[in-house]
């Protein structure tokens, strides 16, 4: 079967610190990966996609960066951190079969703490 | 992507049903309807999804009317676990389009 893996689950950074969250799925080959963010008392935006390996595509400018170095592994990133960062990240995968009648699957998410 | 339209917050009394109702009127032909939901500090699970006819998982039921303008999400006997945000999500059914979020439907579960 196949399982999303995020971590770490609680993140405390000071401002100006860089950021690594890392995400990994296992079961599966060739997924479509989502990073999203979700500030305190507000939605779910979506910040970075990638339908294959080194493919990124950023649906938000910001401060934040996405790699994508392994097929199941899928890397947000930041060189310094503004408080604006704080939020909850969460990475979801879905299937790479062409139609979008698969739902996502999210992982458990990092709360990112800038202080 | 179709907007959607939910009601703010709703409530529910345990063991009985939910009706969550979202609204698109604007949906195409070749769109299909999704609900996930997000319980308190976690990631949001997939609950189902329908192109037009009625659809039930174990998890709830997908009523869409005949004109695909709006849905109907039942969970048949909520509990209290059942408290969370509920997302109506409207999207193509081909292509690389994203899944996009709006504010949802808070659905709380009274004892």
């Known amino acids: 079967s196949q399982t999303i893996h995020q971590w770490p689950a609680t993140l405390v950074q000071p401002v100006g610190s860089p950021l690594s969250l890392e995400c990994t799925v296992e079961g599966t080959s060739n997924p479509n990966l989502y990073w999203y963010r979700q500030a305190a008392g507000r939605g779910l935006q979506l910040l970075f996609y990638?339908?294959?390996?080194?493919?990124i595509s950023s649906e938000v400018p910001q401060n934040l960066s996405a790699s994508r170095p392994q097929d199941r592994q899928f890397i947000l990133s930041s060189k310094k951190l503004l408080l604006s960062d704080s939020g909850f990240y969460l990475c979801?995968?879905?299937?790479?079969?062409?139609?979008?009648?698969?739902?996502?699957?999210f992982g458990s998410g990092t709360r990112l703490t800038v202080v | 992507d179709a907007k959607t339209t939910q009601p703010p917050s709703m409530d529910c009394a345990e063991g009985r049903a939910a009706n969550l109702p979202c609204n698109h009127s604007?949906?195409?032909?070749?769109?299909?309807v999704y609900w996930y939901r997000q319980i308190h500090s976690q990631g949001p699970q997939y609950i189902i999804h329908g192109l037009k006819n009625n659809e039930t998982n174990e998890m709830a039921s997908l009523i869409i009317t005949e004109d695909r303008k709006s849905s109907t999400l039942i969970l048949p006997h909520a509990t209290l676990r059942d408290t969370a945000v509920y997302y109506c999500?409207?999207?193509?059914?081909?292509?690389?389009?994203?899944?996009?979020f709006g504010k949802g439907t808070m659905l709380l579960v009274s004892p």
């Open positions: 999500i409207v999207r193509v059914a081909f292509g690389y389009s994203t899944l996009t």
């Open positions: 990638s339908v294959g390996i080194g493919q």
């Open positions: 604007t949906i195409s032909g070749n769109e299909y």
């Open positions: 979801a995968w879905r299937p790479d079969r062409g139609e979008t009648n698969y739902g996502y699957t």
